[in-house]
């Protein structure tokens, strides 16, 4: 406390105790000075009481309305100041404390409204990193997705213009899409999205550079922007560049969109390696169903093809011989070759219309054997069915199925066989499928791989070893021709097993 408030206090307090002595004092004498003295005692009180409130009550009560003001939330209010030079200090430090107070608020203010936008921005990243990874899963086009974010992105970073390209081979650069940009500067930039910097990992950077200015006088009407150039890549491979066009002030906060774009040009990369490689697959499936069909047309009709060609010649040579007996016996071969063709036609039609998911494969092997025995009325066919009851995966059933075929399709065109059975058995786990015959048999089996060659034997191979399964093949000249088919299947896991060694065994038979 300063002097001047302990001399105030002291003074006051005397003055109280003066005051009440008077006045006690004037009563006990009773003459013509006792009421100037009672006035003067009252007046001495008075004045002490006056001076307690300029000291002590007022300046409190001006702390009392300054604090429910502050409480009030008015952070800039002010205490009347007071004319004794000791309140100054203290109201000035009070003063102190409400401004402390007021530019703490503030800061506070700033800091929630800078997390507020921190954490709008994440919730706006993670919502456009959810639509991309959510439409990778999609059927849509990759150039549909590029165009699509290209025009989201751009409204994020409020760019003037933008561009999407596609990066062939890591040096061919394609324009796929533009907003609002000029096609020369389109091509007079693409070479910007080759030339890329790399980070320690192999990753690309992406890059804020400054827009040539004779290109933004051109193009823009004077306006100097930057260029956001945004790689998107897999596994550091460049597959696309998005271009972004920015005035020079829009991105004073680019850190806060650098991982955004990192994460976006990573994903992107991701959706566009996925649609290269689904249609690498799709041109690989086409291909090999198209070597397929090309491998079942040669084994099968063009070999009778050929056989007709032959045959016309041959007639060619008997009519000029005017041999007419001749004639009449080679045009029975031609006509018996057209009927060949006309039913090889058949069986591949029926062979290529056949679901690969079977509703049954007993019925769909029935059903094959009836056809079979339809066409083939001097073959007879034995069916022995010891097939449990299984749950066989479907594309394994759909190859057994194309392996019963292709055998009774051998036994039909080189056989020459009288007889055929065809056996399958199980036991729920180990599965075996027979199918032999009693014709001509061979001596080794023809499995090349050639183009134009022969590959009945080997298309049945390939389908066994696709569910793990072996092949043996049994042949003598003149004993006919055995097949076994060995498989297993374990139900519990839904897995499929064979032999280490998926390999086309062949076996001469000793008698």
């Known amino acids: 406390m300063s002097t001047w408030l302990k001399k105030t206090s002291t003074a006051c307090f005397v003055g109280l105790v003066i005051g009440c002595l008077i006045i006690s004092g004037s009563t006990l004498i009773a003459s013509s000075y006792t009421l100037p003295l009672v006035l003067l005692g009252i007046a001495i009180i008075l004045l002490s009481v006056s001076l307690l409130w300029v000291t002590y009550i007022k300046p409190t009560e001006h702390i009392k309305t ?3 003001m502050i409480r009030g939330g008015t952070l800039d209010a002010q205490i009347e100041q007071l004319p004794k030079a000791e309140y100054t200090t203290i109201f000035s430090n009070l003063h102190f404390i ?8 503030s800061d506070a203010e700033l800091q929630v409204q800078r997390h507020t936008n921190h954490i709008a921005n ?3 990243s993670l919502s456009i990193l959810y639509d991309i990874a959510s439409s990778i899963n999609l059927s849509r086009s990759v150039d549909t997705l590029l165009s699509e974010f290209l025009h989201t992105l751009t409204e994020l970073v409020n760019a003037n213009s933008s561009c999407a390209y596609l990066v062939k081979d890591q040096t061919d650069v394609e324009p796929l899409t533009h907003i609002n940009l000029a096609e020369p500067l389109i091509s007079q930039h693409a070479a910007l999205c080759l030339d890329n910097q790399t980070n320690k990992d192999g990753s690309l950077n992406i890059q804020l550079i400054q827009c040539d200015p004779f290109l933004c006088e051109k193009y823009f009407a004077g ?3 930057n260029i956001l150039i945004v790689p998107l890549q897999y596994q550091e491979k460049l597959l696309g560049v998005y271009h972004f066009y920015l005035s020079t002030n829009t991105l004073d906060t680019f850190d806060d969109y650098e991982e955004l774009f990192t994460s976006i040009g990573r994903q992107l990369g991701a959706a566009i390696e996925k649609s290269n490689l689904d249609e690498e697959t799709t041109s690989l499936s086409i291909m090999r169903e198209r070597t397929h069909i090309a491998n079942e047309l040669h084994d099968s009709l063009a070999q009778t093809l050929t056989s007709i060609r032959f045959q016309v010649r041959v007639l060619d040579e008997t009519i000029h011989q005017g041999d007419e007996a001749q004639v009449w016996t080679e045009l029975e071969k031609i006509q018996a070759s057209i009927n060949e063709a006309h039913t090889e036609i058949r069986e591949l039609i029926a062979h290529f219309r056949s679901p690969t998911v079977l509703a049954s494969l007993i019925s769909s092997v029935q059903n094959t054997i009836d056809r079979f ?3 083939n009325t001097d073959i007879q066919v034995f069916f022995q069915n010891e097939w449990p009851e299984s749950n066989l995966p479907a594309e394994t059933e759909f190859h057994v199925l194309r ?3 292709e055998s009774l399709s051998n036994i039909r065109k080189h056989s020459d066989a009288e007889n055929a059975r065809i056996m399958m058995s199980g036991n729920g786990y180990d599965f075996i ?9 061979f001596a080794e089996p023809k499995t090349s791989y050639h183009s134009g060659e022969h590959i009945g034997l080997s298309i049945m191979r390939d389908r066994a070893m696709r569910f793990g399964g072996k092949l043996h093949v049994e042949s003598e000249p003149g ?5 076994v088919l060995e498989f297993s299947h374990n139900p519990e896991t839904d897995t499929e097993t064979g032999s280490k060694n998926n390999e086309l065994e062949f076996t001469r038979i000793d008698h």
């Open 479 to 483: 004993e006919g021709t055995r097949i």
């Open 122 to 124: 994440k919730t706006r």
């Open 373 to 375: 025995r339809q066409v």
């Open 98 to 105: 409400g401004e402390m107070l007021q530019s703490l608020s």
């Open 403 to 405: 392996i019963i075929q």
């Open 223 to 225: 306006d100097y922007l």
């Open 66 to 68: 300054w604090t429910e």
């Open 433 to 441: 499928v027979l199918i032999e015959d009693d014709g001509v048999g």
